[in-house]
């Protein structure tokens, strides 16, 4: 059992954004976005070997962390990264793996 009110916020945030890349049908969707800018949700699943309603469940989990946002047009949502989200969460890992990286640790 997991208590997250014993870590800090920035350990939590770090380990939710974690959990929320660490699928790689999320991965891949966030590869698509980012070579084709934007586009349609049905799109993905056609480039994916996922159906809809998986691409759907995976780009809800996306949108609510923050790294894509998503337009109404008509009955179609586009979908496209949300590059500001991207550079912040990028930056904390950046920070934290900084920050445990340079330690000298020598095992025997």
Do not use: W
Request: hydrophobic fraction near 35%.
């Amino acid at each position: 059992m997991i208590k997250p009110e014993v870590f800090d916020n920035e350990l939590q945030e770090l380990a939710n954004f974690a959990k929320v890349i660490s699928h790689p049908a999320r991965l891949a969707i966030l590869k698509y976005l980012a070579e084709t800018k934007t586009c349609i949700s049905g799109d993905i699943s056609d480039k994916l070997p996922l159906s809809r309603t998986t691409v759907s469940q995976h780009l809800k989990e996306l949108r609510d962390s923050g790294l894509i946002h998503g337009e109404i047009d008509g009955l179609k949502i586009n979908y496209c990264l949300c590059g500001s989200s991207i550079e912040e969460k990028l930056a904390k890992f950046d920070d934290f793996f900084s920050k445990i990286a340079c330690q000298e640790i020598t095992c025997k």
